[in-house]
């Protein structure tokens, strides 16, 4: 009896001692104050690296991109970070979760990201064009609806979700189900949650092998997504000192395999996702390196060094980044299509931070120096169900509610029915012509949007698409209205000339345009009594949208 009273009490106390070491291992501790070190330098990494690499973005596809191209990093270029995407679209869902808190139903942050004014193209503009007609999520991000929903849209917008959630990789996946679920599907959610997790491990972590090795375990296993970075690292083992030849191996197999070819665009999150891992390994967490290798990688090269400076630069913190990248920086400026400054944006992240951890079943406790520690749950991953674009699972019918419906306010102008393409102008535009536009890209539509029987012209890349007609100017006063609307995501240069001088250089902007339409009259007085060849011209602003679309039935020449 007494020896079975010593065994059990043994076996108490060891299984006490073995409980209370699992306590001391649920929990990974991080002072108040390194996380927020941490915290800014990942901001800043994102800033640094979408700066440098904007001049660059897809202008080597498939090719490395020059290194003797790169643009010299100066302090102020760190400025340029304010107008882009990369980091203003994330901020929506930052000020959603700012506003309403971490757990922020789904369809309050998709009604706030379907009111956003920025533009947005590929599967942003998909997703935010189908929560604008109706369809709620996780449907408006559904290969059914959105056919670009594997791009890397969510992948180069998921950073904050690591970075307001230090050690704790789950927020990321839960993130990417809840605001990732707007825009992509399968690979393009997966590649938004890992790059989440290695945000989120980066707080602890300095080894950038592990932290990808780590950051893997947040997708699923056999998503061709951690395929391709299982890849880059049994590659990165193999050719440990040469970047190019791995950067070869990886774009020969999620580039030229895909069916591919030089100089196509691939903003996929498997390829440019594979870019910013080569960048995090190769670079050897040194920011110039790093940055240099993800720019040559090519294709989205302004989005990828953002990630991987971003992961390096909260591995580093912000005292220990070299003082050009930080010493630029306008700290009044504010971030289009937001309210937030850097010193702003760094409180919010602060803020919701502390929220996480709490919510996560955390605590921040008050040291006796003064100082707080963040006692943070070290949970076990579960990663999101797999998935796969190229056959996908049903569609769920999600709707919202007539109320939800009515706070969604912004929405953009429909393409009437297509009544006839540019051989028809004669009839529906009579006495003008279509010379120098796209070939197939000048087509006659009933409506757009409140607009009707409009003709799209479309230059050819930078060019310019014209109308012109032969008219006769008589002797008294004479003019030209003009009537045309441009693309809501885009713009162009409007021209006016006569007989090949300029009368009128307008950009035809929102700026300009009230429901998208610029109208305005020409004089034509200075041509009396001559044979006059008058062109208007949709000329290029960019390599963006920048189709015109001319309403046949106001333009018009005017004789007094």
């Not at 501790?29 to 640094?48: F, I, P, R, S």
């Not at 970075?229 to 083992?237: E, P, R």
């Not at 006692?375 to 056959?391: D, F, G, R, T």
């Not at 713009?491 to 902007?509: I, P, S, W, Y």
């Amino acid at each position: 009896m007494r020896l079975c009273c010593v065994v059990l009490l043994l076996f108490v106390a060891l299984n006490s001692l073995a409980s209370g070491a699992d306590s001391v291992q649920a929990y990974r501790t991080l002072n108040a104050e390194v996380y927020k070190d941490k915290m800014m330098g990942g901001w800043l990494g994102q800033m640094a690296g979408v700066s440098l690499g904007a001049p660059t973005e897809v202008k080597a596809c498939g090719v490395l991109f020059p290194e003797n191209e790169i643009p010299k990093w100066t302090p102020d270029v760190i400025n340029g970070s304010f107008e882009q995407d990369d980091l203003y679209v994330e901020m929506t869902f930052l000020r959603t979760l700012e506003v309403y808190g971490p757990g922020v139903l789904q369809q309050q942050a998709a009604i706030d990201f379907a009111n956003s004014k920025y533009i947005l193209y590929g599967a942003n503009f998909e997703g935010r064009h189908n929560l604008r007609k109706g369809i709620a999520p996780p449907d408006c991000a559904h290969p059914k609806f959105n056919k670009k929903n594997g791009d890397l849209d969510y992948q180069i917008e998921a950073d904050f979700s690591g970075l307001i959630a230090p050690g704790m990789p789950q927020y990321p996946i839960e993130a990417g189900e809840k605001f990732g679920r707007f825009v992509c599907y399968g690979d393009g959610v997966y590649g938004g949650q890992f790059v989440g997790a290695m945000y989120s491990e980066a707080f602890f972590e300095t080894n950038i092998e592990k932290i990808i090795r780590t950051a893997l375990k947040s997708i699923p296993s056999e998503s061709r997504y951690a395929r391709c970075i299982n890849d880059i690292l049994m590659w990165y083992k193999e050719n440990p000192d040469d970047w190019k030849k791995t950067w070869k191996l990886l774009t020969d197999k999620y580039y030229l395999g895909a069916g591919h070819k030089a100089p196509d665009w691939d903003i996929s999150a498997v390829l440019n996702g594979g870019y910013v891992c080569i960048g995090l390994l190769y670079g050897q967490s040194d920011p110039d390196k790093t940055i240099s290798i993800a720019i040559q990688c090519g294709q989205d090269s302004d989005c990828n060094p953002s990630s991987a400076c971003g992961v390096i630069f909260t591995v580093l913190g912000n005292n220990a980044i070299p003082a050009e990248y930080k010493t630029g920086m306008d700290q009044t400026k504010i971030f289009s299509f937001t309210n937030y400054t850097y010193p702003q944006l760094v409180d919010v992240s602060d803020k919701l931070a502390r929220q996480i951890i709490t919510r996560g079943g955390g605590e921040i406790k008050k040291m006796p120096d003064g100082s707080e520690l963040f006692y943070i749950p070290n949970l076990e991953v579960k990663p999101s169900k797999l998935e796969c674009s190229a056959n996908p699972g049903p569609i769920v019918n999600s709707v919202f509610t007539e109320e939800e419906i009515s706070k969604i306010t912004e929405h953009e102008p429909e393409l009437g029915k297509k009544i006839g393409d540019e051989n028809e102008i004669t009839k529906l535009i009579p006495g003008w012509e279509i010379e120098n536009a796209r070939k197939g890209g000048s087509n006659f539509y009933e409506s757009y949007g409140a607009h009707k029987t409009c003709l799209e012209t479309i230059p050819p890349d930078m060019g310019r698409a014209i109308l012109s007609s032969q008219i006769m100017v008589g002797p008294g006063k004479t003019h030209v209205h003009v009537a045309v609307c441009h693309y809501f995501m885009g713009d162009f240069m409007l021209l006016v000339r006569a007989n090949g001088k300029e009368l009128l250089r307008q950009f035809v902007t929102k700026d300009v345009t009230k429901d998208y339409l610029f109208e305005t009259d020409v004089d034509l007085s200075d041509f009396a009594n001559q044979k006059v060849k008058l062109e208007l011209i949709n000329q290029a602003n960019g390599l963006g949208y920048k189709q015109a679309y001319w309403l046949g039935d106001k333009i018009k020449i005017i004789m007094e």
